[in-house]
C-alpha cells in the first residue's frame, strides 16, 4: 500500500516536472505585471490602438483648421492690399501738403470780405478733387479686398442652403470674415481721410487789420482837438489807408496786404509806393544796415501789383520775405533782421498823399528756424514819406 502511494506521488511530480509551469505574479494596487521578461500591457494596448487606424476628426476640431485656413488666406491679402493704402495715404498727404491756404481779410467791411473769393472757392474745388480721387481709391482697395476675402472664405464653406445668412453661411466663417472687415476699414482710414478733408478745404489764411489812417482824425477828436497835422493830412487823401497782416509767426513767412479806399470812388487814378530798409542785428549792435530801397513786390521795384474792387485800390504780397534757400542765410544765424517798411499812396499827378510806417522782424536761431513778428509797435500814419520820396525820385 505504501509501495503504491510512493509511485502515485512520483508520477505526479514527473507530470508537474515535464510541463510549462507560468512564472509567478506580482499584485500591486497601481496595475498587474509579469515579474518576468515578456510582452508588457503597455505594448499590448499601442498594438490594439494601431490596429484600430486614425480616429475620426471631431467637427469642432474640423471647425477649427477650416478657419486657420481661412485666416492664413486673410493674411496673404492684408499683406498685399496695406502697401497699396499705405502708399495711397502718402500720396495724398503730399499732395495735400502742397496746397496754399487762399487768404481773407477779418474785417467787416463787404466789400474787402469779398476780395479773394474767387481764389478760396477754386482752392477749395482743388481740395475736393484731391480726397475725392483719394477716397475712392482708397474706397476701391477696401472693397477689393473685402470681397476676396469672401471669395476665399466661400471656398471652405459646405454648400450653402437658401435660408443662411453671412457671407457664407458658416458662423466661424463669417466671423472671421467679418473681423477682416473691420481690420481693413481701421487700415483704409476713410472716416479720417474726410476729417482731413474737410479741415483742409476750411484752412484759410486770415489777415487781420493792423492799421487805419482813419485813426489819426480819431485820435485827435479823442484828444480834444480840433486838427492836427496827421488828420489834415489824412483829409487832404480823400480816402483811408488800411493795412493788413496775418500768417503763423513760427513759419517764418508773413503775409500782408496794403488797400486803400477812395471816398471820390475813383481808386484806379491813384498808385501804392513802398520802399523798405534791411538791418541786420545781433543784440542791440548792427551787423548790416541796406539800407533804403524799392521794394521787391509783385510788379515793378517799389509799385507793387493793385487791383480794383469797387471803390477799393487792393496790393496784396507787400510783405518782406528771407530766402531760405540762399547760400547767404546760413550768414544769419542767431540773429535779428528788422525790416522797416515805408507804404504810402500817390495821386493821379503822383504826389504823395500819406501813408503808414510799419516793421516787421525776423529771428533766425542757431539751428537755421526762422520766425517773424510785427515789431515797433503799433504802424504809423505818416503824411510826408520822405523815404519814399528819396528812393522814388518824387
Known amino acids: 500500500m505504501d509501495t503504491l502511494r510512493f509511485v502515485a506521488a512520483a508520477s505526479v511530480f514527473l507530470l508537474v516536472a515535464g510541463c510549462d509551469v507560468p512564472p509567478m505574479v506580482e499584485a500591486r494596487a497601481s496595475n498587474t505585471y509579469m515579474a518576468e521578461s515578456g510582452p508588457s500591457v503597455e505594448n499590448n494596448e499601442s498594438t490594439s490602438i494601431a490596429g484600430m487606424g486614425e480616429p475620426a476628426i471631431t467637427h469642432g476640431a474640423l471647425s477649427r483648421s477650416v478657419t486657420r485656413k481661412l485666416d492664413t488666406m486673410l493674411e496673404a491679402i492684408l499683406r498685399s492690399t496695406l502697401p497699396e493704402v499705405a502708399g495711397l495715404h502718402k500720396d495724398l498727404e503730399a499732395s495735400a501738403a502742397q496746397l496754399v491756404p487762399p487768404e481773407r481779410l477779418a474785417t467787416n467791411d463787404t466789400t474787402l470780405r469779398a476780395w479773394g473769393q474767387a481764389e478760396r472757392d477754386n482752392y477749395r474745388s482743388v481740395v475736393d478733387v484731391i480726397y475725392d480721387e483719394a477716397t475712392r481709391r482708397l474706397k476701391g482697395l477696401e472693397e477689393a479686398a473685402d470681397e476676396a476675402a469672401a471669395a476665399q472664405a466661400r471656398t471652405l464653406a459646405p454648400q450653402r442652403s437658401p435660408l443662411d445668412t453671412g457671407a457664407t453661411g458658416d458662423a466661424a466663417l463669417d466671423t472671421a470674415v467679418t473681423t477682416f472687415g473691420e481690420v ?26 493792423v492799421f487805419s489812417s482813419f485813426g489819426a482824425k480819431k485820435a ?29 509767426e513760427t513759419l517764418g513767412a508773413p503775409r500782408a496786404l496794403l488797400a486803400f479806399r477812395s471816398d471820390a470812388n475813383e481808386p484806379e487814378s491813384h498808385r501804392l509806393v513802398q520802399v523798405m530798409r534791411h538791418r541786420v542785428m545781433r543784440g542791440g549792435a548792427i551787423v548790416a544796415d541796406l539800407g533804403w530801397r524799392a521794394a521787391p513786390t509783385q510788379g ?95
Not at 481701421?186 to 487789420?209: I, P, W
Not at 501789383?305 to 528771407?322: D, Q, S, Y
Request: net charge negative.
Open 220 to 248: 485827435a477828436v479823442l484828444a480834444g482837438e480840433e486838427s492836427s497835422p496827421d488828420a489834415e493830412a489824412e483829409s487832404e487823401m480823400h480816402g483811408r489807408i488800411l493795412l493788413f497782416v496775418g500768417g503763423d
Open 184 to 209: 481693413m476699414a481701421g487700415a483704409v482710414g476713410l472716416r479720417e481721410v474726410d476729417v482731413r478733408h474737410q479741415q483742409d478745404r476750411a484752412r484759410q489764411l486770415d489777415l487781420f487789420e
Open 300 to 394: 515793378k521795384p517799389g509799385l507793387p501789383k493793385t487791383t480794383v474792387l469797387e471803390n477799393f485800390l487792393i496790393a496784396p504780397r507787400v510783405e518782406p520775405v528771407l530766402d531760405r534757400s540762399s547760400p547767404s542765410y546760413a550768414n544769419l544765424t542767431d540773429m535779428r533782421i528788422v525790416v522797416d517798411i515805408q507804404s504810402a499812396v500817390l495821386d493821379a499827378d503822383k504826389q504823395v498823399l500819406g501813408g503808414v510806417d510799419w516793421r516787421i522782424e525776423f529771428q533766425v536761431s542757431m539751428n537755421g528756424a526762422l520766425t517773424w513778428q510785427l515789431a515797433g509797435g503799433r504802424p504809423k500814419f505818416d503824411p510826408y514819406c520822405s523815404e519814399v520820396k528819396s528812393v522814388m525820385g518824387l
